[in-house]
């Protein structure tokens, strides 16, 4: 067959058009199955809930979710595709047993975009992403085994606690040999202080005392830049342009890492699981200075949620002196005295100090009240959406049709703020709703539901490998704050706890509205000559 020009020409004109007629019919208005989840349509057609999310970030889907809070599932039209929402926890739990709905293939989209990998460390990142038994496994299956194995309860993950919150202590102990020094209270603002300590304290931990914030303090400020501009980077248009201190910061940090490499200052100097992921990278074929973005990305899960929660935890228990106390009362009711010899520097001579240790067994401090307030300050910042891809046409718990190749959110948002689940005052802080105080017959039907509820780490498959570790490492930095020191309020006689700022695309614990000042001093009535120690596991 012969193409005449002009049958060409006309193709060309009439293809393009075609294409996007048809794509049109495909995508823009799918045809629905009759057992889709009711669609939610929006007011400004076809755009209208990508433009909300954009507008409105996180608190677009919570407002939508909790205006059909016995909805357990609905869809939302989107241009070219369709993004379910469930808000309820049974049917969550169904979503992440589903074999045919998966996390992975979206990652080294997300990685690329968030770390900014090059094309080859994307294409080893996209081999073999969700491996069967038997079948070889790519570098995020690894990894994802690596830090799974190395931060479950056990010795390990006691090494890891031990270390990490060593590095606090240190910074605190310095804290309180300048006000034993120097004046008698110091203005801080309180979530860049806790910042502070916690970016410095993880960078020394994960990466040795040749870490690259010890080099460069300047570092600091990156990593929250690039933090504070993470969801422009996921959206990705121009992010050198739209996100221009974030990217900045990140590869600031990233020249800073790899640098650190280079001169192999991670062989001896990087906690052990950071050294056992470097050189399962290089197992994998990346490149050193690519390992470097792919370290930033465990750096960053280790410092921003930690950080932010202990915000949280201080700035409710000093906010409220009757909580405080019992707070007190119960770390002091399980820590024990010790008297120790201590070798004073140098001089060979030992002295007896007295040492306070506050241990970890089991299940926790055995302080029931911290531990309520730790899960209700991750219930009300937590605004995580739990997200997979459905990767072929799937029948939900034999009620929902879910389309292939379409976005399922298992919403947080909308979970942590629904008072079918948690009450009337579900908006509140209320951390006695975590107390398992009240037995009888209906309690473990409302902890079940409180646990299927309870997104702050995620579920199923991506459940946050590192609760265990975050969960030692902020009750043990609160722990040694409240035993040592007083947070006054600048002005007035009670901290003011501001709103939570929901209006950007939650990717971490959200932050407050405003910044906290308060006055940081030494706790009245507590010796300041008492060494503080938190122990984990069988450490003498
Ligand atoms: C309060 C502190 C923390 C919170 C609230 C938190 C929360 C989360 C959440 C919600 C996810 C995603 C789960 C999902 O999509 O279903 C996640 C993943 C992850 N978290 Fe955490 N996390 C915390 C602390 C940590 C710490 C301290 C580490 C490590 C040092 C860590 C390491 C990770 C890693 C490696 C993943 C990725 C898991 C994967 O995709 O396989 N997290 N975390
Ligand atoms: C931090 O916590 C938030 C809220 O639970 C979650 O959305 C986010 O994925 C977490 N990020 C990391 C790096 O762990
Ligand atoms: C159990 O719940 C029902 C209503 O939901 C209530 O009437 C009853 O008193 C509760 N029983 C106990 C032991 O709390």
Redesign the pocket.
């Known amino acids: 067959m012969e193409l005449s020009l002009e049958t060409t020409v006309r193709w060309l004109y009439t293809f393009p058009l075609a294409l996007f007629v048809i794509l049109f019919w495909l995508y823009v208005r799918p045809v629905r199955n009759p057992r889709e989840p009711p669609t939610i349509t929006p007011t400004v057609p076809y755009i209208g809930h990508l433009l909300g999310m954009l507008f409105y970030g996180g608190r677009y889907i919570k407002q939508l979710g909790l205006r059909q809070k016995t909805t357990p599932i609905f869809t939302l039209p989107m241009p070219g595709s369709r993004m379910y929402v469930v808000t309820d926890p049974l049917l969550a739990a169904a979503v992440q047993r589903c074999k045919t709905l998966s996390?992975t293939p979206l990652?080294p989209d997300i990685i690329k975009r968030v770390l900014g990998l090059d094309e080859a460390s994307v294409a080893i990142a996209r081999k073999n992403l969700d491996p069967g038994p038997g079948e070889p496994r790519g570098i995020l299956a690894d990894?994802?085994d690596l830090?799974?194995r190395g931060?479950k309860p056990g010795e390990e993950l006691n090494v890891m606690s031990r270390n990490a919150v060593s590095a606090l202590k240190l910074h605190l102990d310095q804290e309180q040999a300048y006000f034993m020094q120097h004046r008698s209270y110091r203005e801080v603002d309180l979530l860049e202080w806790v910042r502070h300590i916690v970016t410095l304290a993880t960078a020394s931990h994960f990466f040795g005392s040749r870490n690259p914030i010890s080099q460069d303090p300047e570092l600091v400020r990156a990593f929250w830049d690039y933090d504070h501009g993470l969801g422009m980077l996921l959206v990705d248009v121009w992010p050198s342009i739209t996100a221009r201190k974030a990217y900045r910061g990140r590869e600031k940090l990233v020249a800073a890492l790899a640098d650190y490499l280079e001169a192999g200052y991670w062989e001896d100097g990087a906690c052990g699981l950071v050294r056992e992921q470097i050189r399962t990278s290089l197992a994998h074929g990346m490149q050193l200075r690519e390992i470097a973005r792919s370290e930033l990305?465990?750096w960053f899960?280790?410092i921003v949620?930690?950080t932010t929660?202990t915000f949280w935890i201080l700035l409710q228990v000093y906010a409220d002196a009757e909580l405080l106390a019992r707070i007190r009362r119960e770390v002091e009711g399980v820590m024990t005295l010790k008297w120790c010899d201590r070798n004073t520097m140098g001089t060979g001579r030992k002295s007896s100090v007295s040492a306070v240790e506050v241990a970890r067994s089991g299940d926790g401090f055995e302080c029931p009240m911290l531990s309520a307030v730790y899960q209700e300050c991750?219930r009300l910042g937590?605004e995580?959406s739990?997200?997979r891809l459905v990767k072929e046409d799937t029948l939900l718990a034999d009620t929902w049709f879910l389309a292939k190749g379409s976005v399922i959110q298992?919403a947080?948002s909308v979970m942590h703020a629904n008072s079918l689940l948690w009450g009337d005052n579900v908006a509140g802080f209320h951390p006695e709703r975590f107390l398992q105080t009240d037995a009888g017959s209906n309690s473990s039907e409302k902890s079940t539901a409180k646990q299927n509820g309870f997104?702050?780490?995620?579920?199923?498959?991506?459940?946050?490998?590192?609760?265990h570790?975050?969960m030692n490492?902020?009750q043990a930095f609160v722990i040694l704050v409240v035993l040592q020191f007083d947070l006054r309020p600048v002005s007035g006689d009670r901290l003011k706890v501001p709103k939570k700022n929901d209006k950007i695309l939650p990717v971490h614990?959200l932050e407050p509205e405003e910044p906290v000042r308060a006055r940081l001093q030494l706790r009245s009535g507590w010796d300041s000559t008492l060494d503080v120690r938190v122990v984990f596991g069988g450490e003498e």
Do not use: D, Y
Not at 455 to 467: E, I, N, V, Y
């Open positions: 996390f990652v990894w994802q830090i799974a931060m990305s465990f899960a280790g949620n930690v929660t991750l937590s995580h739990s997200t298992i947080g997104r702050a780490f995620g579920g199923g498959k991506t459940l946050c490998p590192g609760r570790f975050a490492e902020i614990i």
